[in-house]
């Protein structure tokens, strides 16, 4: 395998994931950009002051920021790029404070620098990583009594501590406000990613219990829900009548006018349905062309038949599909709890029973089960 391979395969390895560098990406970007303006304008002032050896140095970082920036850019490799900029940075701060007297020089706050942009660029460890060794060059130039190798002048000694303590100050204010904008701008897009996840959820929520095509409660919220209401109905010493509803003649209306005028009957009965029980009431589509209804009412009350009649009523009416008006009528099946059955199942299958009981009979018609009141131990 090639040298050139090698970096390759390496800097693969070190790629954060596709959802991570983002953000990385453009703040070492910001950031580099940044560096090589303020190395623009002190490779003009070390020109000036004839600091040859600080212009080749300064000229030096300026051109390895480009390359960084450039790495970053066919790579998106935050990783790889953010140490060699924080790297970079170290380097060059040492080699100018070495040169111009180590602690006596303003070129020491850059190692204040340093672990802001190690944290930013890199992470946490970058931050551990880089502050250890810029501890280490502080230890080091402590003990050193250096010489600088230029002699400024006063005014110019006062000049460059102005512009070492505000640029340093500069690019942590510009890293850190960089650092808060982007995590401002994650928040909202987090934000508003929880509400399309919310909305998703509150969807398939509807979709799990909910008929798409008549907006009906379907089998799964029924079965859900009736053995609650029939609970509710043994405490309050009520009534439960369970309608099992079936269109008459719905296969002839899909053969002969096709399924999407199938639908919309259903999707029209499902209407009629909800206009003839009260609010209260339970409606629900159970599957093809089958609803069921569940009314809480007190022992004798005549509201099951009063519904009852009220659904034929309706199903008397023609419905409109296209350009066509088709009479398309209902067999009704009633069973009441506690009278016909004790449990759900039970209460389903009389009533079933009940409704297969009014179509033997031409349908257009409701049928209740014969009561046999059970006795209870």
């Not at 460059?160 to 510009?174: D, G, H, K, W």
């Not at 043994?234 to 053969?255: A, E, G, P, S, W």
Request: glycine fraction near 4%; charge should be positive; charged fraction near 15%.
């Amino acid at each position: 395998m090639s040298l050139v391979s090698k970096l390759k395969a390496f800097a693969r390895e070190l790629s954060t994931s596709n959802s991570d560098w983002g953000r990385q990406y453009r703040l070492i970007n910001n950031i580099s950009i940044e560096l090589i303006i303020l190395g623009l304008f002190l490779l003009y002032i070390n020109f000036v002051w004839h600091m040859w050896m600080m212009v080749h140095l300064v000229i030096a970082a300026c051109g390895f920021a480009a390359l960084n920036l450039f790495i970053l850019k066919k790579t998106k490799n935050t990783v790889l790029c953010g140490h060699f900029l924080t790297l970079l940075a170290l380097i060059i701060t040492t080699l100018g404070n070495y040169w111009m007297g180590g602690l006596s020089s303003s070129y020491f706050v850059w190692y204040y620098v340093i672990p802001i942009l190690a944290a930013v660029t890199i992470s946490w460890y970058g931050l551990v990583l880089y502050a250890a060794l810029c501890l280490a060059m502080v230890v080091f130039f402590s003990m050193q009594e250096l010489t600088p190798i230029y002699q400024l002048a006063p005014s110019n000694v006062l000049l460059m501590n102005f512009i070492n303590i505000s640029f340093s100050l500069f690019v942590i204010a510009t890293t850190l406000y960089g650092v808060l904008r982007e995590n401002e701008q994650y928040e909202k897009l987090l934000s508003e990613n929880n509400y399309l996840l919310q909305t998703d959820k509150e969807k398939f929520h509807y979709l799990a219990r909910y008929d798409a095509l008549t907006n009906l409660p379907n089998r799964t919220y029924f079965q859900m829900y009736i053995q609650n209401m029939l609970e509710a109905a043994l405490n309050k010493n009520y009534c439960i009548t369970f309608f099992f509803m079936d269109l008459d003649k719905f296969k002839h209306v899909n053969d002969v006018y096709g399924h999407e005028a199938g639908d919309s009957l259903l999707s029209q009965s499902a209407k009629r349905l909800q206009s003839c029980f009260r609010e209260k009431d339970f409606l629900a589509r159970l599957g093809g062309d089958e609803f069921i209804a569940l009314i809480m009412h007190q022992n004798g009350d005549k509201i099951p038949q009063t519904i009852a009649k009220r659904i034929l009523q309706q199903f008397n009416k023609p419905f409109t599909l296209g350009a066509h008006d088709v009479i398309c009528q209902i067999s009704i099946g009633l069973a009441v709890y506690p009278f016909d059955a004790f449990n759900a199942d039970e209460l389903l299958a009389k009533a079933d029973e009940a409704m297969y009981s009014a179509k033997k009979t031409g349908g257009n018609n409701y049928h209740i089960t014969k009561r046999v009141k059970r006795i209870y131990s």
